[in-house]
């Protein structure tokens, strides 16, 4: 990625990232979110592959996160002000393990070995 194009999406070094960052928390915060939880393990088969590969208690509080954004989005309501001031959208749990799995998935390919897993359209 060029130098310009990372400090383009540097929320340090661009005032238009940092407010879009702002933005963003403040509305996964609404919900009780985090960034890691809006990866879609049905899009993505890396990420499926990585949430298999995670602990059980850490796919479970996502469970019970996506579940509880779901029940309040259905109810046009949000998490009360001192829940939400709780909350750290951005703290990662997925992503060192999704490189990983990124990684070996790249390394099997660049083998010629067969894939994992593939995606097939029924």
């Given at each position: 990625?060029?130098?310009?194009?990372?400090?383009?999406?540097?929320?340090?070094?661009?005032?238009?990232?940092?407010?879009?960052?702002?933005?963003?928390?403040?509305?996964?915060?609404?919900?009780?979110?985090?960034?890691?939880?809006?990866?879609?393990?049905?899009?993505?088969?890396?990420?499926?592959e990585t949430l298999?590969?995670?602990?059980?208690?850490?796919?479970?509080?996502?469970?019970?996160?996506?579940?509880?954004?779901?029940?309040?989005?259905?109810?046009?309501?949000?998490?009360?002000?001192?829940?939400?001031?709780?909350?750290?959208?951005?703290?990662?749990?997925?992503?060192?393990?999704?490189?990983?799995?990124?990684?070996?998935?790249?390394?099997?390919?660049?083998?010629?070995?067969?894939?994992?897993?593939?995606?097939?359209?029924?």
């Amino acid at each position: 990625m060029s130098s310009l194009l990372k400090s383009f999406v540097d929320p340090k070094k661009n005032w238009l990232a940092a407010l879009h960052m702002k933005t963003l928390s403040r509305r996964l915060r609404k919900y009780g979110l985090r960034y890691d939880d809006l990866y879609d393990p049905y899009y993505d088969l890396d990420v499926k592959e990585t949430l298999n590969r995670l602990p059980t208690e850490i796919v479970d509080a996502r469970n019970q996160r996506l579940k509880r954004a779901m029940d309040l989005s259905m109810k046009h309501e949000y998490l009360p002000e001192n829940l939400q001031a709780m909350q750290t959208p951005f703290r990662g749990y997925l992503k060192d393990m999704l490189a990983l799995v990124k990684k070996e998935r790249a390394e099997r390919e660049a083998l010629g070995a067969l894939p994992l897993y593939q995606r097939t359209i029924p």
